[in-house]
Each structure stands twice: as structure tokens, then as C-alpha cells.
């Protein structure tokens, strides 16, 4: 283990489970278990249980129009209950992180992030929140992600929960004595939840989850198969702080009719054009393409991979990646290694995989 990471409160349960652990986003984290194919078929057949302990919890308590002014979605307009999805900008218009705005009441606010930008994002609003009070809870905060078509019937009867939360909904329920937040919202395109406990019952949750039969751990390595499959973006890959909303395909994400930070240059960059054009696409035969691979068409060399995988579910390689704007592509294209490795595909559309239990 590289001293310099941090560890979840479920390290130990990894390391009891035989997982391989790897550095990700400054923290040391599971990568797989019993085998990322076997644990993205449980996440789409049946229920997975995943450490994302490693993100990062704000609360913020003040007036929504302090959060809707430094942030792309609108807060004032988020009910009680209710999250949403959106992004801090940085003040070129590119995207310094996504993250998910939880409303408690009227001026209470959850603000979730990714766990390798937390500290920026944390600065970030603390500049951008002029009034009001910001304080990080990450450390205090475990987040457990039950994943699969079953995952309703298992909090029902491992933890005698009977939720009937819609899709992006939350509540508070009693969870081992502890007042916890489950969330109906995940990002593996699946019927699922993510639990927001204190971290000492961490280890407790997880064990009693993985009391079900039905449940199988699952890694970083089977969730990135996950999300890719659903065409999810994943920060630090295919969005980043030179990537505007607009370019991601993420633009329905941005609430125009107010202000915040970052949308003078966003509008700008808008107005002059977008440099890159988001592409999916699906790869003949089971290679995977993998990130940074060039994109190829009509012998031009036109663009990059930003994620790439193997996709289970179709028996193909699946993909995302930038083509420089104004690019013509004529019928298929190459992805490239640079090398040896030469992938013909085909551009489609998102999500990649189209029948899932996501609104179920």
C-alpha cells in the first residue's frame, strides 16, 4: 500500500474479502473482488453493494440563492426531498467538478463531489458563498451505494426498510440507531440507493448488506463498466476543468435563466463555437479501446478516447471520447493505439445500453 492514500472505513472488510486494492483519486480503494465481470452481472441482474466512502460531503445552510449563484443548476427551484444534478464552473467556463445539490428544508443543503476534487471544490465555494455557513462533513459522512435490480427488496429485508423513494427523491431513516440519508439516485443506470451514514456504523451496514445472498461486493472496476454503459461521464476523464458543459453533451445540466459563477465565459465560448464534440461509440469484436487512444476516420487523425471498456452486456467495446469541432466523419472509424491496435467502430448514441431497471 502506497503510505501517502487514504483509506475508507471499510478498508479492513476489503482486505477480509481478498479485493485488490489501487490508488484512485488519492485514496487506496477496491478495484475488484470476486471478478469485475462477475460483479457488474450482480449490478444488473441481481444487487451490488460498493464503497464510495472516498467522496465528498458538504453542508451548506443559508439562502438557495447563495447556492444557485455559484453553481449551474437551479437550487430555489429544488423541493424539500428532492437533489439535483449539476456543476461548478471554473471562470473559463470548464467544468471544475459535477455534483449533486440535496435540499433538507429551506435553507439546509447536502453538496456531494468527487473525492479527488473535494478540497478545490471546498475553497471553491467558499469564495462563491458569501453568505451563509459551508462546512465538510466528508470525514464524519460513510456513503454505501446499493446497486441492482433487487436492491429494494434487500433493504427491505435486511434492514426492515419499505422505500418507495422516486428516482432522484431522498428521505432520513433510523438505520442502527443512526439517522441516515438514502438517496434514489446512483450512477450504475440500475433501480438503486445511496446511503449517507455516519462513518462508525460504516462496517455494520456493509456486513449487513452482504448478509443477503443476493448481494455481491463490487469494485471501482466493474462500476466504471457501470456507468459506461449508461454513457455517464466520469470526471477527470471525459470532463474536466478545459471541457464546458456544452462540449460534454451535458448542456441540459445548465440553468441559463440565472446567473453563476463561471457563465460570462461560458456564454462566450458558446458563442465562439465549441472547440471538441463529445462522440459514443461501439467497437467491432471484444478488444477494449481504452482512454487516450486516438480516434481516427478517413485516415485523419481526429480526436481522442477519454474512456473505453468492454462492455458485458453487448459483447463489445463501448466508448466516449472528443472529436475536434467542425470534424467531418465519413461511415466508420479507427480507434488506435498509436501502434498495433487498430479498432474499427461505429458512432451511436447514449446510453449504450438501453433496457436497465434505472426508473423502476
Not at 487514504?6 to 482486505?15: D, I, M, Q, R
Not at 434487500?154 to 432520513?172: P, R, S
Not at 466504471?224 to 462540449?247: A, N, Q
Amino acid at each position: 500500500m502506497e503510505t501517502d492514500m487514504k483509506l475508507t472505513p471499510l478498508y479492513g472488510e476489503h482486505k477480509k474479502l481478498g479485493a485488490k486494492l489501487a490508488p484512485f483519486g488519492g485514496w487506496y480503494m477496491p478495484i475488484s473482488y470476486e471478478g469485475i465481470l462477475a460483479e457488474h452481472r450482480a449490478a444488473r441482474e441481481s444487487a451490488a453493494v460498493f464503497d464510495i466512502c472516498h467522496m465528498g460531503e458538504f453542508m451548506f445552510r443559508g439562502e438557495s440563492q447563495e447556492l444557485d449563484s455559484a453553481v449551474t443548476q437551479d437550487v430555489s427551484g429544488l423541493a424539500p426531498g428532492k437533489s439535483r444534478y449539476g456543476f461548478l464552473l471554473n471562470d473559463k467556463g470548464g467544468i471544475t467538478d459535477d455534483l449533486i445539490i440535496f435540499r433538507f428544508d429551506e435553507k439546509e443543503f447536502m453538496i456531494v463531489v468527487n473525492a479527488a476534487t473535494s478540497g478545490n471544490d471546498y475553497e471553491a465555494l467558499k469564495k462563491l458563498l458569501r453568505k451563509g455557513d459551508l462546512s465538510d462533513i466528508s470525514a464524519e459522512t460513510a456513503k454505501i451505494d446499493l446497486q441492482g435490480p433487487l436492491s429494494r427488496d434487500v433493504l427491505k429485508e435486511a434492514l426492515e426498510l419499505d422505500i418507495g423513494l422516486k428516482y432522484f427523491n431522498f428521505a432520513h431513516f433510523d438505520i442502527f440507531g443512526e439517522k441516515a440519508l438514502v438517496s434514489r439516485t446512483g450512477y450504475t443506470g440500475e433501480l438503486g440507493y445511496e446511503i449517507f451514514i455516519n462513518s462508525s456504523k460504516a462496517v455494520d451496514l456493509w456486513n449487513k448488506l452482504l448478509s443477503d445472498g443476493r448481494v455481491k461486493p463490487a469494485g471501482l472496476g466493474a462500476r466504471d463498466i457501470l456507468r459506461l454503459e449508461m454513457g455517464y461521464s466520469l470526471y477527470g476523464h471525459d470532463i474536466d476543468g478545459e471541457t464546458t458543459p456544452d462540449e460534454a453533451g451535458l448542456d441540459m445540466f445548465v440553468d441559463y435563466e440565472k446567473e453563476f459563477a463561471g457563465k460570462k465565459a461560458l456564454l462566450a465560448r458558446k458563442a465562439a463555437g465549441a472547440g471538441k464534440k463529445k462522440i459514443a461509440f461501439k467497437s467491432e469484436g471484444r478488444r477494449s479501446p481504452r482512454a487516450h487512444y486516438r480516434i481516427l476516420s478517413g485516415g485523419k487523425d481526429i480526436g481522442e478516447v477519454t474512456s473505453g471498456v468492454f462492455s458485458p452486456s453487448l459483447s463489445c467495446g463501448i466508448g466516449l471520447g472528443f472529436i475536434k469541432a467542425g470534424s467531418q466523419v465519413a461511415g466508420d472509424i479507427i480507434i488506435s493505439d498509436g501502434g498495433r491496435v487498430k479498432l474499427k467502430a461505429g458512432i451511436t448514441e447514449t446510453p449504450f445500453l438501453k433496457e436497465t431497471t434505472l426508473r423502476n
